[in-house]
Nanobody, 116 residues
């Protein structure tokens, strides 16, 4: 069973930076496309960024140029470097792993709060 453990969330000021981590275990990391989603207060969960096993990345328009997703296959960990944070980035951030339609997993989430 895949386990995803996020870390790195917290409170930061407008314009600050945070680096989220997600540790993957329980399966073959290289089979999975990994990603970050977020759920702002009273809003549905939304995609932030994804990275394939081959390293191809995709970002939602609102974070392009500010966030960077990366993966370390040796450590079976992904990261989300978040820069120039704004209050609109306040959300619970979830790590996501998907290999097939039935092999899809979520982390428990880490809170990011950006003060104005």
């Amino acid at each position: 069973q895949v386990q995803l453990v996020e870390s790195g969330g917290g409170l930061v000021q407008h314009g600050g930076s945070l680096n989220l981590s997600c540790a993957f275990s329980g399966s073959v990391f290289s089979l999975y496309t990994m990603g970050w989603y977020r759920q702002p207060p009273e809003h549905p969960r939304e995609l932030v960024a994804t990275i394939t096993a081959g390293g191809r990345t995709n970002y939602v328009d609102s974070v392009k140029g500010r966030f960077i997703i990366s993966r370390d296959d040796a450590k079976t960990t992904i990261y989300l470097q978040m820069n120039s944070l704004t209050p609109e980035d306040t959300a619970v951030y979830f790590c996501h792993a998907k290999a097939t339609a039935v092999h899809e997993f979520w982390g428990q989430g880490t809170q990011v709060a950006v003060s104005s």
